[in-house]
């Protein structure tokens, strides 16, 4: 199969996973993910997060997400609500604190 520019012929999931197998491939010491598993089934997510998580441990993995969890383990989180900050700090901190802004996992 050959992949058209842009991927025009591969659905939004298939997109997902092809910039990610591309980071990957680029060892990439920066990742920066928006809504990178949004257009993938659960059971393909969490093995995305389990190779994020392995792969990418040594890298600044930076998340933009509604799902918490794809970040509940992760150093920090910063909230935003209606373009403002709403919370900065541990996700064990933040969800004490009501999780102000957090969407449904």
């Known amino acids: 199969m050959v992949i058209h520019p842009g991927g025009t012929n591969i659905s939004h999931g298939q997109r997902q996973l092809v ?23 659960s059971i393909t997510d969490a093995a995305i997060q389990k190779i994020i998580r392995k792969e990418f441990s040594e890298a600044t993995v930076i998340v933009i997400t509604h799902k ?18 709403a919370g900065f700090g541990p996700p064990a901190e933040i969800m004490a604190n009501g999780g102000t802004g957090l969407g449904p996992e």
């Not at 197998?21 to 257009?39: F, K, N, V, Y």
């Not at 918490?68 to 900050?85: P, Q, S």
């Open 19 to 41: 910039c990610l197998a591309r980071a990957l491939l680029a060892h990439c010491r920066l990742l920066i993910l928006d809504e990178a598993t949004s257009a993938i089934d």
């Open 68 to 85: 918490l969890a794809n970040v509940a383990d992760f150093d920090a989180l910063l909230v935003l609500a209606d373009g403002k900050v």
